[in-house]
């Protein structure tokens, strides 16, 4: 092993190991040329109208279901997945209803996304980084708000305009047999 890697710890490796894991289980799983087929427990595929929604905003994307899988998905595949888990997970923590709850799902939080060695560190300032952490001393449900925002931030400048260019995305937009499916889709319902 070159000396450059043997540096790396031991759980870097682990965690690429189960991102590739991820993406070939995703590849295999996932067969977007068939749009009115449905996923597992019926649930359908999106539309071509649900895809061109997605150029409209980045808020578009994240609020369709489909949308933001497919996102979550380039993300892995590009090694960054860890900013969309932290923005889902401080979306998850703001609808927290126990007081009681806070200060252990933020220390949490705090721990697995933004803390010092976080096993997936996002990537914010560290004047954001030490605001957040003294919001932990008295947890509300806003204690990641600048952190949240600043990592929407990154995603909607710097991953959403990759994603809209990406292979994914055009596979789903471009695909020469989709309005024909469609249509076949249609006259079955």
Not at 71 to 84: D, G, M, Q
Not at 113 to 140: W, Y
Request: aromatic fraction near 12%.
């Amino acid at each position: 092993m070159c000396k450059g890697l043997a540096v790396l710890p031991a759980t870097y490796f682990e965690r690429v190991k189960e991102l590739k894991a991820r993406i070939r289980s995703f590849l295999k799983r996932q067969d977007w040329s068939r749009p009115c087929l449905s996923y597992k427990g019926g649930k359908p595929r999106p539309t071509l109208e649900e895809c061109l929604q997605w150029k409209q905003s980045f808020e578009k994307l994240l609020s369709s279901k489909h949308g933001l899988y497919a996102f979550r998905a380039f993300l892995t595949s590009e090694f960054s997945e860890e900013n969309i888990a932290f923005y889902l997970a401080c979306e998850d923590f703001k609808k927290t209803k126990l007081v009681a709850r806070l200060p252990s799902k933020a220390e949490r939080i705090y721990n697995e996304f933004i803390g010092t060695e976080a096993p997936r560190e996002v990537n914010i300032d560290h004047e954001t980084q030490e605001i957040t952490k003294a919001n932990l001393l008295h947890p509300t449900t806003s204690c990641f708000d600048m952190a949240q925002y600043r990592i929407y931030i990154l995603m909607e400048k710097d991953c959403y305009p990759r994603f809209l260019r990406s292979s994914v995305y055009r596979d789903l937009v471009n695909q020469p047999t989709l309005n024909k499916q469609r249509l076949m889709c249609q006259k079955k319902a």
